[in-house]
Each structure stands twice: as C-alpha cells, then as structure tokens.
C-alpha cells in the first residue's frame, strides 16, 4: 500500500535562509506527487505537482521540488524564505488516481 | 474565478446531534473529494463522486456518515448522532480531471 513520509514535523529556519521539506514515498507504480500548503484556519493550497516529464517542478512563491524515482522522494525547496511561508505543508502522493494520500505534514517556522 | 467553498466555516454540535456540511466546488469541475483532518494529521479520504456518482466510499468511517451530490454540484456530508471523535476539520475538493485537486476552507466542527 502505498504511504507517504514527512519525517521533520516541525522546521525553524531565519528568515532569507534556504530551506528543504523532505518528503518520502512508498508505491509500486507509477505516481503522482503534490505539496500543499496550509495557512491557518485555512484549506490547502495547491503549490506544485508532478504528473511526468522534468524532474524538477517549479511552483508558486518561488518553490520548487525534485522527484527522485530511486530515492522515492520529493524533497520540497525555497532558496530564501520569508515570514509569510510560516504555514504547514503537507505532501501527498496518488497512484495516478483520485486517491490522494496525505502525510502528516511540516510545520515551517520562519524566524525574524 | 471562485474557488471551493464549504459552510459553515464552524459548527459546534452536541454528542447525538446531527449536522449537514455543505460544499460548493469549482464550476465545471466534474469530480468531487471529501477528507477529514484530524488536529495535526493530514487529511484523510473519506469518499469520491465523478457528477452525480459516488464512485467510492471506502474512507467514511462509519454509517454515521453519509455523502450526497443530486444534481452534480453542490455535495452534502452529513454525520448522524455526531460522537466526540467526529471533530475535526472536514475539507472538500474539486477537481476537473485527474491531475490535480483543489481545495475549499474546510469545516470545522467540534462535538462536545
């Protein structure tokens, strides 16, 4: 079955320092993978995917991720973080279907 | 354009009580998620409608739950004799295909 690993939950990092979410997944096939972000009290918002293709995607406000198929991973990146990405993200992986699996997600803590 | 959306944006219930959430997705988008978000978890699935057809209900947790989408649009999730362990933030999403899906502001809901 497949599964999806966020092992930092929570990541302080200063502000315009580069930051990495790891993400790790387990399945068989071939997948799709996302990161979300999530504001407080808000739902999740979609900042990039990888469906095929270049293995690095780019996404909104300046992420970016590499989905690394030996790895089985899709580590998320920002080379400069703000006090605005103080958010939880959460990855998700689905077996090029409708069901998404979610993992547990990273708090990134942006200090001043 | 507008995006999804879901209300109340709270609800507090009382233990045996029932509540209906509503979901308005995405115009046009013909697929429709429902997933429930326990504090400091990811979401997780509870069921699938392609238009009208709820295509898989493997994720309800119990027959307490029930989901409906009549005419194609709007979808209804309610829980009968709500229990303590229903609270959480329930979230909806659309999709218009396959590749990605986007999400309301989700339902929060505490039983007391």
């Known amino acids: 079955a497949q599964s999806v690993t966020q092992l930092d939950s929570q990541v302080p990092v200063f502000e315009e320092a580069p930051v990495e979410l790891r993400c790790n997944y387990s399945?068989?096939?071939?997948?799709?993978l996302f990161w979300y972000v999530q504001y407080p009290n808000q739902g999740l918002q979609l900042l990039l995917k990888y469906l095929s293709g270049s293995t690095l995607v780019k996404g909104i406000n300046g992420f970016e991720a590499e989905f690394n198929k030996s790895q089985t991973s899709f580590h998320l990146r920002k080379p400069s973080v703000h006090i605005s990405d103080t958010a939880e993200y959460f990855c998700?992986?689905?077996?090029?279907?409708?069901?998404?699996?979610f993992g547990t997600g990273t708090r990134l803590k942006v200090l001043a | 354009g507008a995006g999804v959306s879901q209300s109340p944006r709270y609800k507090v219930a009382k233990r045996g009580q029932d509540v209906a959430l509503r979901c308005d997705p995405i115009?046009?988008?013909?697929?429709l998620f429902w997933y429930q978000q326990a504090l400091g978890q990811g979401p997780e699935f509870l069921t699938y409608?392609?238009?009208?057809?709820?295509?898989?209900k493997s994720g309800l947790p119990s027959d307490r739950f029930f989901a409906e989408r009549p005419e194609g649009s709007v979808s209804t999730l309610k829980i009968q004799r709500t229990q303590q362990e229903d609270s959480a933030v329930y979230l909806c999403a659309s999709s218009l295909g396959g590749e990605a899906q986007y999400f309301g502001p989700g339902t929060r809901l505490l039983v007391l």
């Open positions: 998700a992986v689905s077996e090029q279907s409708y069901k998404y699996i």
């Open positions: 115009s046009g988008h013909v697929s």
């Open positions: 409608f392609q238009n009208e057809a709820q295509l898989d």
């Open positions: 399945s068989s096939v071939s997948v799709y």
